[in-house]
């Protein structure tokens, strides 16, 4: 009598499996099935994502670029720093990192300003007003690049109609200069402002009304509720939302090219970006430093996501 667990012979000779390896098939092909419509994406995401940013990392340490087969001796041999040194001592490159991350920062606390009290308001809307404000916050926040530029050109330029129409009024209004650090902020902040109110908006609705009204029980007027209730659990939301918008200025190129394109070739503004594309479209300056520039922007978009989504563990907590 065969033992238990043992490959059971059918009728024809022809061995079939037992139920636990019938299980164990099962589970398999479920797990096939399961990543199967995903195959396309993951394919997409190897050759255009992960491949990409593999060889930029590689070239920002290899002095021997054009070797990218990691099974010669030639590979392992053309390691070098040199290229991170050159670049970190250069100071045109430290000013590019330092002006993206500024410009990240100012706007991600502008964003915080503004968007935050606008999403506690449209969250407190009626359903019809409310999707009118929704249509017009995806239409802002999906405007941008080129076209955003020359809307903004049209608008606050030298003689665009917003300047027009107030220096009409009498006043000596002077707008900032294109592509100044001031026009940058004020140009990005159109679309950031409702793309953080769009990711903010689902949060608003944890803060309930039961609770102001508790606290107004417990005589605690509306500042105190906001600070001892509604702030501490909304914080980690809306410390997320800045964690996307800076990441989101900072690997912004089209409107930055558009507005800063004369400044950045003066060398009168540097953004890591610019200094990227300056560098690999007109073969100014080393290529190297692109390279390092490249990875450096990477290492904090990923460090900003990483924090982003460790901030959205600790406020998903409220929900559970």
């Keep these: ?82 290229y991170w040194i050159d670049t970190l001592q250069s100071k045109g ?7 993206s991350v500024r410009l990240g920062v100012i ?10 009290p606008l999403a506690w ?14 249509s017009l916050l995806n239409v802002s926040a999906n405007f941008g690049g080129i076209g955003l530029a020359f809307a903004y050109m049209a608008t606050l330029g030298t003689f665009g109609m917003l300047t027009l129409i107030i220096q009409n009024t009498g006043l000596n209004f002077v707008p900032p200069e294109i592509g ?17 109110v769009l990711l903010t ?26 600070r001892y209730i509604g702030l501490p659990v909304l914080s980690p939301f809306l410390a997320a939302g800045c964690l996307l918008i800076f990441t989101w200025t900072i690997g912004i ?7 800063g394109r004369t400044a950045s070739t003066t060398g009168e503004l540097r953004m ?6 300056l560098t690999l479209n007109t073969g100014a300056g080393k290529e190297e430093r692109a390279y390092v520039l490249a990875v450096i922007l990477l290492i904090m978009a990923c460090a900003s996501l990483l924090a982003y989504r460790w901030m959205l563990r600790r406020a998903l907590r409220w929900f559970n």
């Excluded at 092909?29 to 990392?57: H, K, M, N, Q, R």
């Design 107 to 116: 706007c991600a606390l502008i964003s915080l300003v503004i968007g935050g």
């Design 93 to 99: 490159s430290v000013r590019a990192v330092v002006t």
């Design 201 to 226: 908006l689902p949060a608003m609705a944890i803060v309930r009304g039961e609770w102001l009204e508790a606290a107004e029980t417990c005589s605690a007027n509306r500042w105190q509720f906001w």
């Design 272 to 277: 890591i970006t610019l200094q990227i594309g």
């Design 1 to 82: 009598m065969a033992s238990e667990g043992a490959t059971l012979q059918s009728t024809t000779g022809t061995p079939t499996p037992t139920g636990q390896s019938r299980s164990v098939m099962d589970r398999i092909g479920g797990g096939l099935a399961a990543w199967l419509p995903a195959l396309p994406l993951l394919i997409l995401s190897l050759l255009f994502l992960v491949l990409p940013t593999i060889e930029l990392v590689v070239h920002s340490f290899n002095s021997n670029p054009t070797n990218l087969r990691f099974w010669t001796a030639e590979f392992w041999q053309g390691w070098t720093l040199e």
């Design 253 to 259: 190129y089209g409107l930055a090219y558009a507005l």
């Design 180 to 196: 100044s650090f001031t026009s940058l902020v004020m140009a990005y902040e159109y679309t950031n402002v409702p793309l953080f």
């Design 121 to 134: 308001i449209v969250s407190r809307m009626f359903t019809g007003k409310r999707s009118v404000w929704l």
